[in-house]
């Protein structure tokens, strides 16, 4: 009995080391949901026009895949897209989520029934599952059955020959911890653990390297999750499933402070790392959190644009070369920048500094805001910064993308960041209308302003008694220095601070004591992050677009294809498009002037060129929908000019007929593009050289090719030259159309082969194309960089 009292004692004594680990110093927090409401502005009327779409959707048909693969009758048929098409169920997860949002920022009686329907019916599921299982993923139990026996085939995007399923399931994992966590409900924290303890029980046969092997394959962010679970529950086994399911493979180099995110697809590391923030939370890990913490400082100074998103064509591209951010459609990812809003708000709660509110505000407003149709609420995927292209919008019946599950929560949380508080500080974020409730308090704080309209907001506070309280005003590093201005009931405030910091106000308040800040909003220019020519035009953290037509928007409102989240018209010459003349050596926005006083329309005549664009009106970008836009234009001189334009006509004309002979391109190597594409494979890998995304294989890969209106004649490959003892076949439907033994002789280039399709095949007259690239024994495929399906010149 001794000897039993002991190990309860210590039992409990760990208990009490890992649940109270950070309770030594006082942490700030941002506020609940619940208590801050949203009054009427931009936000406030995009986070209702979400509710709106949200309620479109039948929660039967997201629930569809769940049901069928536990054996039970569905109500009714899956959703189109990505629902039906390998990561069945994965909108499910985002829609408790955002369920949980609505209800506590809105209140909405509607949305928490739904939730607590949707919770009901996979209750159901993970009773006929009868081991703790929840998911959508096709072939559950063939799938989960593999890996648990130690049958691990992983890729960047699969595992064992299925769309990133753990990617899936995080979605439900994290959907689950919302609507106990947002919306309060303990069914869904009892789900939660027993779905959590499906995993330890999954994976218990694994070693730490087969774990890590099965992390290869895209995951979300697992290792998050499982970190909250051990908060939520104080036990220590959920940490250490946290720990287990963190990727050393990036964990490692970020610790090390070394850059190795060239290449990488962005979305399926932003989430690891806010899992190692999540572990560093609980569990005071410094190794965790400077990990975290260099990745968002490499991230935000080095690979982002004026708006606050990153990524071209879902990858990071190089640090020092944004050429690609210019030239391609498949622009900033909005996943990637609901997850970096993510990181940084535990980041800030880590360290209050306002470089994080900085750059918060500066994602929000010109990416998120923007990223939502103000009328219809879809979504949009990619946001091209190439000149003059345009925004694809999602729509409820067809469209089921990542960038919609992640939109339907992007705008129900629009209220989160605006205050953060410890127990005696009050941090004001954002400049954003809003009433915060702060109950252990017995206070209310009133934020009126017309911001970004109005240059200025004012606090009033609502107290039952004077009470002691530190308020902590952002002082933003966009306001210039002697400019920021605050007064309490009419009275300036003296401070030292310099712009970029905390104005700390500390007084014993009263019942409607006011406090007003002034925040004087300049022009500015910002470049591209690798210091080439192209700036984008800022007002205050506002970012400036302009509208430049509405031909050609082809798929404006996406369909249910699986591109159809790009935007795919026409691209404009880059040659054609208008460019900042400058013939001095001052900043471009000395030329920029603003319209009306009343208005944010700015002009910039001045310097616009050629002279068709000088009428165009510069307005915040998140203003700007269902149209052709320009963010970033490059500066020139008359001198470089001339040769730009000259280069630039014949680049441009190269790559038009290029794309007038293209049918249809794959970018192998890359996720939505190879997916978009039914990418099939069988010991194939992936890489990077030069930027540049690749696939081979000691077994075979596949794509499916589009091929609409039966003018296939060739398929073109793009090869490295280097590439050596590299002898496969290829096939098209099945058809040999070519045997290749590359010998590395071409050099250090990248080159093109046209294979001509052969008359069987041409005389199928087939829809789609299957191009097949088979290793002879013995050898490798070559690595391939680019297949395109073309027509005849």
């Known amino acids: 009995m001794k000897l039993f009292s002991?190990?309860?004692?210590?039992?409990?004594?760990?208990?009490?080391?890992?649940?109270?680990?950070?309770?030594?110093?006082?942490?700030?927090?941002?506020?609940?949901?619940?208590?801050?409401?949203?009054?009427?502005?931009?936000?406030?009327?995009?986070?209702?026009?979400?509710?709106?779409?949200?309620?479109?959707?039948?929660?039967?048909?997201?629930?569809?895949?769940?049901?069928?693969?536990?054996?039970?009758?569905?109500?009714?048929?899956?959703?189109?897209?990505?629902?039906?098409?390998?990561?069945?169920?994965?909108?499910?997860?985002?829609?408790?989520?955002?369920?949980?949002?609505?209800?506590?920022?809105?209140?909405?009686?509607?949305?928490?029934?739904?939730l607590k329907y949707m919770l009901d019916e996979l209750k159901k599921v993970q009773e006929a599952n009868g081991n703790g299982y929840i998911g959508g993923v096709p072939g559950s139990k063939e799938l989960w059955k593999e890996i648990a026996n130690g049958q691990i085939d992983a890729g960047s995007f699969s595992l064992n020959d299925r769309w990133v399923p753990l990617y899936n399931i995080h979605k439900t994992y994290a959907g689950l911890r919302d609507a106990y966590e947002i919306a309060g409900l303990e069914q869904a924290k009892e789900m939660l653990i027993d779905f959590t303890d499906w995993m330890i029980?999954?994976?218990?046969?694994?070693?730490?390297?087969?774990?890590?092997?099965?992390?290869?394959?895209?995951?979300?962010?697992?290792?998050?999750?499982?970190?909250?679970?051990?908060?939520?529950?104080?036990?220590?086994?959920?940490?250490?499933?946290?720990?287990?399911?963190?990727?050393?493979?990036?964990?490692?180099?970020?610790?090390?402070?070394?850059?190795?995110?060239?290449?990488?697809?962005?979305?399926?590391?932003?989430?690891?790392?806010?899992?190692?923030?999540?572990?560093?939370?609980?569990?005071?890990?410094?190794?965790?959190?400077?990990?975290?913490?260099?990745?968002?400082?490499?991230?935000?100074?080095e690979r982002t644009v004026a708006i606050g998103g990153n990524s071209v064509r879902e990858h990071f591209n190089p640090a020092d070369d944004f050429s690609s951010m210019i030239n391609s459609v498949q622009g900033p990812e909005t996943c990637n920048t609901y997850n970096m809003l993510k990181l940084t708000e535990k980041l800030f709660e880590a360290h209050p500094e306002e470089k994080y509110s900085a750059y918060y505000e500066k994602a929000l407003y010109n990416h998120i805001l923007s990223s939502q149709h103000p009328d219809t609420g879809g979504f949009v995927y990619f946001t091209p910064m190439r000149p003059e292209h345009y925004r694809v919008y999602s729509q409820p019946e067809t469209s089921f993308w990542c960038c919609v599950g992640s939109g339907m929560e992007n705008h129900g949380k629009y209220n989160e960041f605006i205050y953060a508080h410890t127990n005696e500080d009050l941090y004001v974020n954002l400049f954003i209308p809003s009433i915060l409730t702060w109950k252990d308090k017995n206070l209310r704080l009133i934020q009126q302003t017309n911001f970004p309209e109005e240059q200025s907001t004012s606090l009033t506070l609502k107290l039952e008694k004077p009470q002691q309280l530190n308020l902590m005003?952002?002082?933003?590093?966009?306001?210039?220095?002697?400019?920021?201005?605050?007064?309490?009931?009419?009275?300036?405030?003296?401070?030292?601070?310099?712009?970029?910091?905390?104005?700390?106000?500390?007084?014993?308040?009263?019942?409607?004591?006011k406090v007003e800040i002034k925040l004087p909003m300049h022009i500015s220019s910002e470049a591209l992050p690798d210091g080439s020519d192209y700036n984008a035009l800022e007002y205050g953290p506002i970012v400036l677009g302009a509208k430049t037509g509405e031909k050609d928007l082809k798929g404006l409102y996406a369909d249910a294809s699986r591109g159809g989240h790009i935007p795919e018209g026409k691209k404009i010459p880059l040659s054609e498009t208008p460019l900042f003349l400058n013939k001095t050596s001052q900043d471009i926005s000395q030329f920029v002037q603003k319209a009306d006083d009343s208005k944010l329309q700015f002009s910039a005549s001045e310097i616009l060129y050629p002279a068709k664009f000088k009428k165009l009106e510069f307005v915040p970008f998140y203003k700007i929908h269902d149209s052709r836009y320009v963010i970033y234009l490059p500066v020139e001189t008359p001198e470089s000019l001339?040769?730009?334009?000259?280069?630039?006509?014949?680049e441009e004309v190269k790559e038009q007929k290029l794309e007038v002979l293209t049918i249809d391109k794959v970018a192998p190597g890359e996720q939505q593009p190879e997916s978009d594409h039914f990418i099939k494979s069988e010991n194939s890998n992936i890489g990077?050289?030069?930027?540049?995304?690749?696939?081979?294989?000691?077994?075979?890969?596949?794509?499916?090719?589009?091929?609409?209106?039966?003018?296939?004649?060739?398929?073109?490959?793009?090869?490295?030259?280097?590439?050596?003892?590299?002898?496969?076949?290829?096939?098209?439907?099945?058809?040999?159309?070519?045997?290749?033994?590359?010998?590395?002789?071409?050099?250090?280039?990248?080159?093109?082969?046209?294979?001509?399709?052969?008359?069987?095949?041409?005389?199928?007259?087939?829809?789609?194309?299957?191009?097949?690239?088979?290793?002879?024994?013995?050898?490798?495929?070559?690595?391939?960089?680019?297949?395109r399906l073309m027509k005849k010149e």
């Open 473 to 513: 005003l952002r002082y933003p590093s966009w306001v210039n220095r002697g400019e920021y201005r605050v007064l309490v009931n009419g009275k300036p405030v003296d401070f030292k601070n310099e712009a970029g910091s905390y104005v700390s106000v500390k007084r014993r308040w009263k019942n409607a004591d």
């Open 201 to 301: 029980e999954e994976t218990k046969n694994l070693s730490k390297e087969q774990i890590q092997e099965m992390l290869k394959s895209e995951h979300g962010g697992l290792n998050e999750v499982f970190a909250d679970v051990a908060r939520i529950t104080g036990d220590r086994k959920y940490l250490d499933l946290a720990y287990n399911f963190s990727q050393k493979a990036l964990l490692k180099p970020m610790e090390d402070k070394k850059d190795i995110l060239n290449g990488m697809h962005a979305n399926t590391q932003i989430p690891k790392v806010i899992g190692f923030e999540t572990i560093s939370e609980v569990d005071g890990n410094k190794d965790y959190h400077d990990a975290a913490t260099y990745f968002w400082n490499n991230v935000v100074n």
């Open 642 to 650: 001339a040769k730009i334009e000259k280069k630039g006509r014949e």
């Open 6 to 114: 002991a190990y309860k004692i210590c039992l409990l004594m760990a208990f009490l080391s890992f649940g109270l680990m950070h309770a030594q110093t006082e942490k700030i927090r941002l506020f609940k949901l619940q208590d801050v409401q949203l009054t009427e502005s931009p936000f406030r009327k995009a986070m209702l026009t979400d509710l709106h779409y949200m309620k479109e959707l039948e929660p039967d048909r997201l629930l569809a895949p769940f049901l069928k693969e536990a054996g039970l009758d569905p109500k009714a048929e899956n959703y189109p897209n990505w629902e039906n098409t390998g990561l069945d169920g994965h909108i499910a997860g985002h829609y408790l989520t955002a369920l949980a949002q609505m209800f506590a920022s809105t209140g909405d009686q509607e949305a928490l029934d739904r």
């Open 688 to 787: 990077v050289n030069q930027d540049r995304h690749w696939r081979d294989a000691s077994g075979w890969f596949s794509y499916e090719l589009k091929n609409n209106n039966h003018e296939a004649e060739k398929v073109r490959i793009t090869y490295f030259g280097l590439d050596s003892d590299r002898k496969f076949r290829i096939y098209v439907n099945d058809i040999l159309i070519a045997e290749e033994n590359l010998d590395g002789s071409k050099g250090y280039t990248f080159f093109t082969e046209d294979y001509m399709l052969p008359k069987e095949v041409m005389a199928e007259n087939s829809e789609k194309l299957t191009v097949r690239f088979e290793a002879m024994e013995g050898f490798r495929t070559a690595g391939i960089y680019g297949v």
